[in-house]
């Protein structure tokens, strides 16, 4: 069976204020222990990979190569896939959760259940609906791109792969992706089915606080 094995990206600055991080804006990745990226790759090791592929934002590529340096097996480059980008959250990118929620709790409540509404639009939001379609598109692309048995490793952001999923897999109960976790779809020919999601038990230390920022 060939499986994709998809990772969020490691905590940034922002992550750690709590602002929110799409796709026009980047926060650097904090680097100063990479105890955790240590801990990931141990534990992809048990699994041989085919070929990688990062979202083109700076924070998911810069996971991906921190991660692919320290696995056992070699890897011939990464791909850079323009449909693994995080959302987009237009003008609220860079702004504190705290912030937003206090200024129109009712409309970042709507961003937080990923309800399209004109609002959103006209602040330069993402419509959710075409966001996880074209990750869900790009997740079937890599599929189709694997030999039979094996598998991709993708790196990418926790608020699409989170939508991306759902459409994928028709699985529409799942919550919030924390940094460094590694959830893994099998890819049959009736469609893609959920092996593991959000898994962090490799790593030592895990904020249980951590989540996606644009969720209340």
């Not at 998809?6 to 990479?34: C, F, V, Y």
């Not at 790196?155 to 529409?172: D, M, P, V």
């Amino acid at each position: 069976m060939k499986r994709l094995f998809i990772i969020r990206h490691g905590k940034t600055q922002w992550n750690l204020e709590k602002r929110l991080q799409g796709a026009g804006a980047d926060s650097p990745l904090l680097t100063d222990d990479l105890t955790g990226y240590e801990q990931l790759a141990r534990y992809l090791n048990q699994y041989q990979f085919a070929k990688v592929y990062a979202s083109p934002i700076e924070r998911a590529m810069d996971t991906a190569k921190l991660v692919t340096l320290r696995l056992s097996q070699p890897i011939d480059g990464i791909q850079a896939v323009d449909g693994l980008a995080e959302l987009s959250f237009g003008q609220w990118e860079g702004q504190t959760r705290e912030s937003l929620i206090a200024s129109d709790r009712e409309l970042f409540g709507k961003l937080s259940r990923r309800e399209n509404d004109p609002r959103l639009a006209a602040i330069g939001v993402e419509d959710f609906d075409a966001a996880r379609q074209r990750y869900a598109d790009a997740l079937r692309t890599i599929a189709e791109e694997l030999g039979e048995d094996e598998n991709a490793l993708i790196f990418s952001h926790g608020g699409i792969s989170q939508l991306g999923i759902k459409a994928a897999t028709g699985n529409e109960h799942l919550l919030g992706l924390k940094n460094l976790s590694t959830s893994i779809l099998g890819v049959q020919d009736d469609g893609m089915y959920l092996d593991v999601y959000n898994q962090t038990a490799y790593l030592d230390a895990v904020d249980l606080n951590e989540g996606n920022v644009s969720i209340l």
